[in-house]
C-alpha cells in the first residue's frame, strides 16, 4: 500500500476533537464522534492491508496479527502501567479494585463489554475510570477476530464479490444500530455490532475501490462535503442525542468522502480538501494521534479525580500541553522502536512481548481486586453508615430480579391515615424520596403509595433490553391507579439517563394520566455530583475547605428540557430548591450529615429536607399547597 500523507491528516482531524470534547472544551460539542472517523480509517487500511497480503501471496493470520500487536500492544501496555502508577497514589479503594478490573479488560480486549455493563460513556462519573477510552480498541480488537477471515475467504471463494457480502453486513449493522438508541443506547455505543457498519464502510471503499472523481470540480466537491458532514457533526451533535444512527452517517460518510476524494490521479492535482489534511503539523498529529488517543484520556480522568469539579481554562491548557509531551515521547520511544527495530521484526518476539505484557497487565489487575483496592494506602479515609431508610427492596423497589405482581398495595402504602391516595411512580430517583414520608406526613396530607423500578423511568413508551419488565411495569400502573382510587401520581426519575431518547413519551404518559382524571405532578432532576459524597468530603478536608457546597455535574438546564413535555401536570424543579449559583449542599452545614449516600441518592436526611422543601401538599378538599416558600412550582 503506498503511504497517504493525507489519512494521517484525516486522523489528526479525528483525534483533536475527541481530546478537546473530553477535555470539556464546549465549542466542539460533537467531538466524540472523532473515534467513528478512526473506524472508518481502520476499515479502510486494515482492509488493504489483508488485500495487500493476499495479492502477494503473503496471506497468513499469524502475520496479520503480529503486525497488529506491534502496532497496539506497546503504547497500551506503556500507558496502562503508567495509569497503574498515577491510580496507586491517587484512587481510594474502591475505585482501585474498579480500576483494577478495567486493567483486565483491556488488556484483553473486553472492555467494551465491561465498561457496557458498569458505565455509561456519557454519565456523570466517567471522567473517574481511566481506561473507559479503550472501549474502542477492544471494539476494533473484536472486529480483526474475524475481519482477515473474512477477506480471505470472499477473496479465494467469491470471486472477490466484496460488496454482495460486505453491504448486508453493513446495512444490517446500521439498521440495528438505529434500533439501539431508542431500545439499548448503550449497548448500541459499545459494542461490535452497531459499529461493524463503520468498520465495512471503510474496507469496501478500499476493497472495491471506485474510479477517482471524474473532474477537478467534482473532486473539490467531494472533498468539500467531507469536511462539511464531519465539521456537522463535531459542531451540531451532542451527548444528548441518540448516537450511533443516523448521526454517525456524518462523521463516517464525511470520512469516507475525504479518503475518496483524496486517491491519486496522474493528470491533476490533489483538491483543496487533501493539501489541508497534508500539511505538515495535521501530518504529525496524525503520526502522535495513537498514542495522543491513549495518552490524553487518563490525565483527563485523574485530573478529574483529584479535584472532582470541572477544570479551569489554564489547567485544560495544561492538560492538553501535557498530553501532546506524553504522546510525542511514547510515538518515538515506544511505538517507533516496536515498528522500526529488527529485534521485532519477527513474530515470535512480539508474540512472547504481548503474551508477557497481558499477563503481568492481568497479574496487576487481579492483585488489585483481591486486595480491595488496598485500603492502608489511605488510613484517613473511611466510609462512615449513612442512613438511608427502608425502600422495601424486592416489593415496593424492584431491582429487575422481582416479580412484578410481587407488589402490593398494603405493603406500599408507606403513610396512612388520609383521604386522598396518591402514587409515587418513578425508578430510583423517585424512590429515594420514601425515607422522608413518614417525617414530613402530616404536611403531605396523603397516603403515598409507593411504585418504583431501579432504571425504569415513569414512561408509557418506555422499552429497554436492559429492562425488558419495565414496559410491562409501567402499564400495570394504569391498573393501579384504577383499582387504588388514586386521585393524584407523582412522577419522578433520574431524567439525566433519558435525555437522549427524548421526552415526548413524558408528554404522552402525562396526557393519558390526565385522560384518567387524576391530578399529574412531574418532579424534575434533583443534584448530582461528580463523584459519591464521603469522597467529595474526604477531598474537600484534604484541601480545607469549609463549606459542605459542591457544584453539580450535570446539565444545570435539565429541568428546563424536561419542562416542555410536562403540559397538564404540575412541574416542581427540585434545583431551584436546593441549588444556588456556587452549587449544591452535599450535607448539612450544622449537623454534616450527609445528604445523600452515594452521587446523587438522598440519604434520609436528603429525603426529608427535598420533602419539606418542594413537595406538595395535599389539603382537605383536594387543594394543593406548597410545603415550601423558597421558589415556585410550575403549572403547565
Known sequence: MNYRRDIDGLRALAVLPVVLFHFGVSAIPGGFTGVDIFFVISGYLISGSLLDDLEHGQFSIARFYWRRARRILPALTFVIVLSCIAAWFI???????????????????WSNIYFWKTTNYFSIDAELRPLLHTWSLSVEEQYYIFAPILVFLIYRYAAKRWLTILLPIAIASFALAIMATSLAPTAGFYLLPTRIWELALGAMLMLKKPPAPASRLAAETIGLAGFGLIAFGFLTISESDPFPGYNALFPCVGTALLIYAGQEHKDRSAPIATQVLRLAPLVWIGLISYSLYLVHWPINSFVHYLSLQAVSVPTIIAMTLASFALAAFSWKYVEQPFRQKRAFTAPLPIFAFSAAAIVLLCAGGVAGMLGNGFPQRFPDFSRERILVGDWRNGVCFNEGDSRIEAWNLADCTRTHGYATNVLLWGDSFAAHYVSGLETNAGKIQANIIQYTYAGCPPNLSYFSYARPACTRFNERALQIIHDANIQAVILSGRWTDYQARGFDGLQKTVDRLRDMGVKVYVIGQS????????????FARQEHVANTSWPMAMDPD??????????GATFIDPLAYLCDTAGCSYADAGTRQFLYFDYGHF???????????????????????????QAPTVTR
Not at 91 to 109: K, N, Q, R
Not at 608 to 622: D, E, H, Q, R, V
Open 91 to 109: 484512587l481510594l479503594p474502591s475505585d482501585l479494585h474498579e480500576f483494577s478490573l478495567s486493567v483486565i479488560a483491556a488488556s484483553t480486549f
Open 527 to 538: 443534584p448530582e455530583f461528580i463523584a459519591d459524597v464521603q469522597k467529595i468530603a474526604f
Open 558 to 567: 435539565i429541568n428546563k428540557h424536561v419542562l416542555p413535555f410536562t403540559k
Open 603 to 629: 440519604s434520609s436526611a436528603g429525603a426529608t429536607l427535598a420533602i419539606s422543601k418542594y413537595w406538595p401538599s395535599f389539603a382537605a378538599g383536594g387543594e394543593v399547597a406548597k410545603v415550601g416558600q
